[in-house]
């Protein structure tokens, strides 16, 4: 029986590309192993998986008596339903460990860097495997995402290591003209369903007690969504609804501009003040300047306000 690798819900480009390489290290040290991805390809992942020519993984939703492996989370609410009932093996991730727990000793990476390609980059050194060329792509494709072209607060100096040497393998020379072209695919928003949008990078956590939601989009341009805002910002409230939660955020991050319109959700708007140096929600929303990193951003201080 296969083990299986995967991320977490909502499956963003690093999840994806974690997954298939992490299972392709593992199948050359011996293992048995298949990357799954819980729920569909963004548009960004499939671009990138179509650039270099890799196939998608398969949807797996129910992970229930197999060896599994996670990557890219440890949040019990980001990763499968039925995880309580599988064998975790190990965990490869680049968030704060969550509330993940074994019974018995497990391989476990976690390292505060901006992607965790750029773990497993280091992993391939660390058991002299080669890097393949499709699956050098992928993951430099997902530190570009991760990262924000190099600009988020996440970024460390491992990852722009990593970058280059997998840009070596690949051949890639422009990795800004690179990273461009896939936020402008990760950008396109026309005629998606407004749920699809706001789920596309989305994570639910639990902050003292209370339910909170924060998705993401990344955008080339802010003025992308003046479309679609007022369309947002209503989904968010419903979902938060549906939930039960306390609040639901939306980024809206400009990646050009480098900062984020926060579109807010919440039984209580101070909350935001509370986690951003009293900033005032306006109408549902509220500008974040120099904000882009939901891991070392927002749930950091969300964290603290909730407190």
């Given at each position: ?55 998608a ?18 949040d ?10 599988a ?7 680049h ?104 789920e ?13 939601g ?19 910002a ?12 306390h ?13 984020t ?47």
């Amino acid at each position: 029986m296969s083990t299986l690798v995967f991320g977490h819900k909502n499956p963003d480009s690093d999840t994806v590309c974690a997954a298939i390489a992490l299972a392709d290290l593992k199948k050359k040290l011996g293992e048995d192993i298949t990357a799954v991805i819980p729920g569909a390809l963004n548009p960004e992942s499939k671009f990138i998986l179509s650039r270099f020519g890799v196939a998608a993984p398969e949807v797996v939703t129910s992970v229930a008596g197999k060896d599994v492996y996670l990557v890219d989370h440890s949040d019990l609410n980001q990763s499968a339903d039925d995880l309580g009932e599988a064998n975790l093996l190990g965990i490869v991730d680049h968030h704060k460990l969550g509330d993940v727990t074994t019974s018995q000793p497990l391989e476990c990476w976690i390292w505060p860097v901006g992607c965790t390609c750029t773990i497993i980059t280091e992993m391939y050194n660390y058991f002299n495997v080669e890097i393949p060329k499709e699956i050098a792509g992928l993951m430099l494709c997902a530190i570009l995402s991760d990262t924000v072209i190099f600009k988020s607060s996440t970024c460390t100096d491992k990852d722009k290591v990593a970058c280059e040497k997998l840009a070596g393998i690949t051949g890639e020379g422009d990795l800004e003209a690179l990273g461009i072209e896939m936020f402008k695919v990760k950008s396109a928003v026309e005629g998606t369903p407004m749920r699809e949008l706001v789920e596309r990078d989305y994570k639910d956590f639990n902050m003292s007690g209370k339910g909170v939601g924060i998705g993401q989009l990344e955008l080339v341009d802010l003025s992308i969504v003046d479309g679609v805002k007022a369309d947002l910002a209503a989904d968010i409230a419903k979902l938060k609804e549906e939930k039960g939660h306390h609040s639901v955020f939306l980024m809206l991050t400009d990646i050009m501009k480098e900062g984020t319109e926060l579109l807010v959700a919440s039984d209580d708007d101070s909350v935001v003040g509370k986690a951003f140096d009293g900033a005032v929600v306006k109408d549902g929303k509220v500008w974040l300047d120099n904000v882009m990193s939901r891991k070392k951003e927002m749930v950091p201080n969300f964290e603290k306000a909730f407190k």
